[in-house]
Each structure stands twice: as structure tokens, then as C-alpha cells.
T-cell receptor, first 117, second 111 residues
């Protein structure tokens, strides 16, 4: 089973709303990631959690707040977003936590299509 | 900076034709990964390469890890309509970082 499940699949929110994106994996992976993908662009890394601790924040604005409640779950809390934050948000996980030679295969969820109005 | 140069950017081919795309880096990679992404979906891992010179197949797909460790290619044989999508190369920059992605190759298959 190489499944990463993201909910919701689609989300429309206003600029004053607070919402959360959820991600779940049951592969025993120790690293989980949030990526943002704009149309016709490759995924761009936002956050990395390694062993449930935030290890990388790619200078993401504070209106995006990640949370890792346990080794299987990853949330992304959204508050006061801007229209330019509209994108596909991808969650991924990998067995190894930032290890270069093996176990860096990342498996992605289907993504949440976020529209900020 | 971190750069993975992927080419071509897009391809239009006839069904049944073979396809080749490649990825080059300014630095050495220890791992090369190839993903396919359908519209509105997340990337799906196709092939993972871990050794220089390694040649790996997955059905009609074949990928190779370049000897210099700075490049990789992906071949698709006898393309079919469901091969349509965007193909990304990716790897951990510097060998110990999360994945960085190439800009993608958009493949269109004409039946």
C-alpha cells in the first residue's frame, strides 16, 4: 500500500476564513511533506516533518501553519490567505527522513485544489 | 542555485511512437526519481534510480541513471493515449535534502 490520502479534494475559501488541509499515510513513513504547485509549474517544497518534528520551513508565510499530530497525520492550517495562494497543495511521505541514498522515494497524495476568493 | 534542467518541455507524438526525455543537473545526484502527473492529480512515482549507470524498467518505461551522476533519461516505448500527462524528474539536491523537481515534460499522444 503506497497510499497517501488528502482531504478535502477541493476547497474554496474567503480571505478571512480559517480552514485546514489534512493528510494521512499508514505506510510507517517517518518523513512527511507539504508541497505547493501552481498551474504548469513543478511542485515547490513548503514544509518537511521528520519524526514528527518540523525540520524544514522553506520561508513560508505564517498564514500557513503546519502541524503533525502523530506519525501518520499531517495538517496544514490556513488563515487569512490571499488569492495568489490558490494552488494545488500536495502532501507526500517517504520512509527515510532526508537520507540521500535510499528511502527518499516520496509518495504523493491526490492533492487539495485550493481556491481563495 | 538548485536547478534540474528537463527537456523537452513538451512533446506531441503519434500513438505507437517511442518517447525519450532527459534531465540534467549542475551537481551530482545520488538518486533520480521519475514521476508522472495527470491533470488535477498528485505525481505518481514511476521509477527510482539509486546507482550510477543503473538501467531500470517498469513495463514500457525505461530509465537510466547517468554515469556522471548529473543526468538521467526516461524512455517510453510504443506510446498509448493514457501516457498523456506531465513527466517530472526529481531528486534530493546535495544527496541529503527533500526532493527538487525538474520543470516537467508535457506529453501529448495523438491517436
Amino acid at each position: 500500500d503506497t497510499e497517501v490520502t488528502q482531504t478535502p479534494k477541493h476547497l474554496v475559501m474567503g480571505m478571512t476564513n480559517k480552514k485546514s488541509l489534512k493528510c494521512e499515510q499508514h505506510m510507517g513513513h517517518r518523513a512527511m511533506y507539504w508541497y505547493k504547485q501552481k498551474a504548469k509549474k513543478p511542485p515547490e517544497l513548503m514544509f518537511v516533518y521528520s519524526y514528527e518534528k518540523l525540520s524544514i520551513n522553506e520561508s513560508v508565510p505564517s498564514r500557513f501553519s503546519p502541524e503533525c499530530p502523530n506519525s501518520s497525520l499531517l495538517n496544514l492550517h490556513l488563515h487569512a490567505l490571499q488569492p495568489e495562494d490558490s494552488a494545488l497543495y500536495l502532501c507526500a511521505s517517504s520512509q527515510g527522513a532526508l537520507i540521500g541514498h535510499t528511502n527518499t522515494e516520496a509518495f504523493f497524495g491526490q492533492g487539495t485544489r485550493l481556491t481563495v476568493v | 542555485g538548485q536547478q534540474l534542467n528537463q527537456s523537452p518541455q513538451s512533446m506531441f507524438i503519434q500513438e505507437g511512437e517511442d518517447v525519450s526525455m532527459n534531465c540534467t543537473s549542475s551537481s551530482i545526484f545520488n538518486t533520480w526519481l521519475w514521476y508522472k502527473q495527470d491533470p488535477g492529480e498528485g505525481p505518481v512515482l514511476l521509477i527510482a534510480l539509486y546507482k550510477a549507470g543503473e538501467l531500470t524498467s517498469n513495463g514500457r518505461l525505461t530509465a537510466q541513471f547517468g554515469i556522471t551522476r548529473k543526468d538521467s533519461f526516461l524512455n517510453i516505448s510504443a506510446s498509448i493515449p493514457s501516457d498523456v500527462g506531465i513527466y517530472f524528474c526529481a531528486g534530493p539536491w546535495g544527496g541529503n535534502t527533500p526532493l527538487v523537481f525538474g520543470k516537467g515534460t508535457r506529453l501529448s499522444v495523438i491517436a
